[in-house]
């Protein structure tokens, strides 16, 4: 088994508070190899940003250790301590650029931070400009970029010191959909072109699914599950899981002896999320009772036996939904099956 880049053990944190102890970790646990993209997700005020400030000793643990290719950070010196977080670039939600520095010497930063000359720093961050698509901007200031152009000049400062991981604390938070999915992209690209491993804190399921190969879910303070993202996605054991992943539909809802209906497939488009989009819709779980359907040349055919919800509302609702988009129908008991 490979050894992992990144080894958490049983770590804990605690804040002192005027109101007391706050505990902010409890007991974690986790190990995140090599050239992986790995999502930490949980609801606001579930611990992950601690966790992140925590990896690289931003925040020093309560408890328990943080081991960087294969070495306790807690036993590093303060110089061996300033290397080891070279190895981490860290990327945040605001992008905490210099707005006093233009776009180049603001990638240029950490490299004089480490003593690199000059015209190698601005040598090095031409180069980042150009991976994060930004070189024709080197003589823009902060003020002048959109968000999306912002985030992009701190991954290419991220990258300058050649990182081995990138810790990134809800980068895509303050961004619109498309810029998101444009960040997103540029991470997985330099994921897999430069083979750095990066982990992301996020509280959007939607960002899991988009770049992650391996999640952890954190709920107050603990890990509450973690795996594959495929996985995760497709049997969440934890509540809070359910919950993230499932949202409205983990809520526990009455079938009983209700109401079931046949769907028709007569020849719909077979790539057509037919049930997907009635529960997106309608905000209504079914039931698939029996099912077979079989694509020809393209189309679906077949049945489908759907036990609506014994809520009367929500019932109307799925039924009113397949009369619109003209999917055939017709209720049925269970001697009809």
């Known amino acids: 088994m490979e050894q992992p880049i990144i080894q958490i053990s049983h770590l804990g944190k605690e804040f002192q508070t005027t109101e007391g102890t706050v ?47 294969g070495r306790p950070l807690g036993d590093m010196s303060p110089g061996e301590l300033r290397k080891a977080r070279q190895s981490m670039g860290m ?32 040598a090095r961050a031409m180069e980042l400009l150009k991976t994060v698509g930004l070189e024709d901007r080197a003589g823009a200031y902060p003020a002048q970029l959109s968000g999306g152009q912002k985030q992009r000049v701190a991954i290419a400062r991220a990258l300058a ?11 895509t938070s303050a961004l619109d959909p498309n810029t998101t999915k ?22 959007e399921m939607a960002v899991i699914e988009a770049i992650c190969d391996r999640v952890a879910i954190i709920d107050q303070s603990r890990i509450a599950e973690s795996g594959k993202v495929s996985e995760i996605f497709s049997e969440p ?16 809802v009455k079938f009983g002896g209700s109401r079931q209906i046949r769907v028709i497939f007569d020849g719909r488009e077979s790539a057509e999320p037919v049930i997907s989009n009635l529960v997106l819709a309608c905000k209504v779980p079914v039931n698939i009772m029996y099912a077979q359907t ?33 999917i055939p129908y017709e209720e049925v008991d269970e001697h009809d099956i």
């Open 294 to 326: 079989r694509d020809v040349g393209g189309t679906a055919m077949g049945q489908m036996i759907l036990q609506l919800p014994e809520d009367e509302t929500e019932a109307s609702r799925a039924l009113h939904y397949l009369e619109t988009v003209k």
């Open 161 to 171: 010191t050649n990182p081995k991981v990138i810790l990134c604390d809800e980068a």
């Open 23 to 69: 505990r902010a970790l409890n007991d974690v646990s986790l190990e995140i190899y090599q050239g992986e993209v790995f999502g930490i997700i949980g609801l606001s005020g579930a611990g992950k940003s601690t966790l992140v400030r925590c990896v690289n000793y931003l925040e020093v643990p309560t408890e328990g250790d943080v081991i960087f290719e």
């Open 91 to 122: 990327i945040f939600q605001q992008f905490n650029l210099l707005s006093q520095r233009n776009v180049l010497r603001n990638v240029c930063f950490p490299l004089e931070l480490v003593g690199t000359p000059k015209a190698e720093a601005r």
């Open 237 to 252: 054991k934890s509540r809070i899981g359910r919950q993230l992943i499932l949202g409205d539909a983990a809520r526990q």
């Open 182 to 203: 444009s960040i997103l992209g540029l991470l997985k690209e330099i994921n897999r072109t430069m083979g750095v491993t990066i982990i992301v804190i996020t509280h």
